[in-house]
């Protein structure tokens, strides 16, 4: 156990829906990376946020957004969804955000999102 | 655009045998990080190296950084069930910035 929960565990949904993905950084950490899993395109980055505020960006498509609130949870936005955003979508956390390399990231269990 | 390949894709091996799985790219990185993902589970976190030609072991797990930081293996000795699983690099951009770019993954199979 990580201690990064995300929820749903699972979601089914049609195109052109909206979800949205919730997650809960470890006690302690202020930096909350968001990642997409799929079969064909492996793990890729999408935003990350420290204390609140946006500190880089990765291939995040204009139809997803992303924010972490005061009390340091984080929501992923996906909407106009379509066939190909079904995958694996990760949280992961860490301390303090650092430089890339600089410090551990602690992923939680993932969401599977499933668009029909 | 980085890139960060990962061979062999996909090892099935027998309980005893040593693998060595290879992460390579043609940019440099400030350093590269090895995780393990299992079914229904994210990544974990392995090892980090840092240093060119830097070597670093973890019980029958050897990781190496290449000396140019453009490449990495992974050499696991006598393999056994439990590591099965998803095995991913990641590097981290030298030219400083909060970004990682993870590898293509090889998913090994350790049959007992």
């Known amino acids: 156990d990580s201690g990064v929960t995300q929820t749903p565990k699972h979601l089914i949904t049609a195109t052109g829906q909206r979800v949205t993905l919730r997650c809960s950084p470890r006690?302690?950490?202020?930096?909350v990376y968001w990642y997409q899993q799929s079969l064909d395109q492996g793990l890729q980055f999408l935003i990350q946020y420290y204390n609140g505020e946006e500190r880089a960006k990765g291939n995040i498509l204009e139809r997803f957004s992303a924010q972490q609130f005061p009390d340091l949870h984080s929501e992923l936005n996906l909407s106009s969804l379509e066939l190909g955003d079904s995958a694996l979508y990760f949280c992961a956390s860490s301390v303090e955000g650092g430089l890339a390399g600089q410090e551990t990231q602690y992923f939680g269990p993932g969401t599977r999102l499933l668009v029909l | 655009t980085q890139l960060l390949e990962q061979s062999p894709q996909f090892l099935s091996i027998q309980e005893g045998e040593n693998l060595t799985v290879y992460c390579n790219s043609s940019s440099v990185f400030s350093s590269l990080q090895w995780y393990r993902q299992e079914p229904g589970e994210g990544p974990v976190l392995l090892v980090t190296?840092?240093?060119?030609?830097e070597v670093k072991k973890l019980k029958r797990l050897t990781f190496q950084f290449g000396d140019a930081r453009k490449d990495s293996s992974l050499h696991i000795t006598a393999a056994q069930p439990g590591d099965t699983g998803l095995y991913l690099c990641?590097?981290?951009?030298?030219?400083?910035?909060?970004?990682?770019?993870f590898g293509t993954g090889t998913r090994l199979k350790v049959l007992a």
């Open positions: 190296v840092v240093t060119g030609g």
């Open positions: 990641a590097g981290a951009d030298a030219s400083g910035t909060y970004k990682y770019i």
């Open positions: 006690s302690g950490d202020l930096s």
